[in-house]
């Protein structure tokens, strides 16, 4: 959510932002609305003045004996009590309206970030590790998945139709195996608290991470109005929602494994085949509550929490700065990381390392209260992908392929594979 302050006070530069999204500007639309609001408030003070001085003056008449001048000034203070009873109503609604403009408009994006119209404006930052190299034609994860028995998209289907999968027996085991070593790093090494979270939340979690309203049609809905999460940094950042934190409990770092539920409107015809994108998907979430002093840098730094996992896996990558074209609706800068897929011969996004600034903050009420000076500031938040499960699989299975199939396990995973060296079918 935009400051409408901010707004009233620079309006050129906030349209000259949003052009850089490609948005037409909107400065105008949301003053004039904001405009007519503020002449409304003045309005309903200069009544309320207006009452209670009619007020002190029905006790005046009614001292000096003149009871049809007091019932003269009761009429007029009747009249403008409801005056300023439809008047404030009349606020509501130019109150709802303005926040409902400013609901659906992106964030803007910090200066460093590249301009662009798609995923071709965005900016390779650097690379970790090399490219494996196979003597054969190396095959994509649900072949491989498929031959070794382990991945069955046909039971998946019978029960619940397209984009969901049944992992078996080792790959199973994998699966739950990488989660549970990117818990240990991110906790153990990289210092985030892990929370367990709900997976179905309100409307106002969702709108409070700018799930809604502009992303309603990619969402899971319960009967019950609830909604199933699509990445817990709904509800790890919603943990400071409507609170006042002191800045010494800053940064706050979050981390939690969960199932996510994406509806994937607008996902028709890409990936149909294997798990990049499915349904219902797990990953590991990292989020962060910071100062505005601190998180650039700590957008940097959840960064390098995310490439750990990579690198512990020993899976090439590539940092991608994202343009603005390509960039998530709350974010204001975003770094992706681009996972090597030797099956598919390029590099997937496996994770999405975002810094908000005070944009979903100031949807949930957050603030802080700084060690110095008077009064609270919105917090800033930052959410990335600790990384995607599921993809991680894809990763380690394509990489880790062998001529016959079958996947040898990485050194990192063995511990919570029980000391297995391979899968095989």
Not at 178 to 198: F, H, R
Not at 286 to 308: F, N, W
Request: proline share 4%; glycine share 8%.
């Amino acid at each position: 959510m935009h400051d409408i302050k901010s707004i009233r006070d620079n309006p050129r530069a906030f349209d000259k932002g949003l052009a850089r999204r490609g948005i037409e500007p909107q400065s105008l639309a949301l003053l004039a609305v904001d405009q007519e609001r503020r002449d409304l408030i003045q309005k309903l003070q200069d009544a309320q003045t207006r009452r209670n001085e009619l007020s002190k003056q029905v006790g005046d008449a009614m001292k000096a004996g003149n009871k049809s001048k007091a019932e003269e000034i009761k009429a007029e203070v009747a009249a403008l009590k409801d005056a300023i009873s439809g008047g404030e109503e009349q606020d509501r609604q130019l109150t709802q309206k303005l926040n409902d403009m400013l609901a659906v408009i992106p964030n803007i994006p910090l200066d460093d970030v590249p301009d662009g119209t798609d995923e071709h404006g965005n900016i390779e930052v650097r690379r970790w590790g090399n490219q494996p190299g196979f003597n054969w034609q190396p095959k994509q994860h649900f072949e491989l998945g498929e031959q070794l028995g382990q991945m069955d998209f046909d039971m998946a289907a019978k029960m619940s139709g397209a984009r969901f999968v049944v992992l078996k027996k080792h790959l199973a085991r994998m699966e739950r195996a990488i989660a549970q070593l990117m818990l240990d790093i991110q906790t153990e090494k990289n210092g985030y608290t892990e929370c367990y979270v709900p997976m179905l939340v309100s409307d106002k979690a969702m709108y409070g991470t700018a799930q809604l309203p502009k992303f309603v049609d990619d969402q899971f809905r319960t009967t019950d109005g609830r909604w199933l999460i699509p990445t817990a940094e709904v509800s790890l950042t919603n943990t400071v929602r409507e609170s006042i934190l002191d800045e010494t409990q800053l940064p706050m770092r979050l981390t939690a494994y969960t199932q996510c539920f994406r509806a994937e409107a607008g996902a028709a015809g890409r990936d149909t085949r294997g798990i990049i994108r499915q349904h219902q998907f797990s990953k590991v979430e990292l989020v962060s509550i910071t100062t505005p002093e601190q998180s650039h840098d700590e957008l940097e730094r959840m960064t390098g929490c995310a490439e750990s996992i990579l690198q512990a896996l020993g899976l090439h990558y590539r940092v991608m700065r994202l343009c603005t074209g390509d960039m998530g609706f709350g974010s204001r800068m975003t770094y992706d990381l681009e996972v090597w897929l030797p099956g598919q011969n390029a590099f997937r996004e496996i994770s999405s390392c975002s810094v908000c600034g005070d944009f979903q903050a100031r949807r949930m009420e957050a603030r802080y209260r700084p060690t110095e000076g008077k009064g609270t500031r919105y917090v800033h938040t930052l959410n990335g992908s600790g990384l995607a499960v599921g993809r991680t699989l894809v990763a380690v299975m394509e990489n880790y392929q062998n001529p016959d199939c079958s996947i040898t396990i990485p050194d990192a995973l063995k511990p919570y594979m029980g000391g297995a060296e391979r899968i095989s079918a």
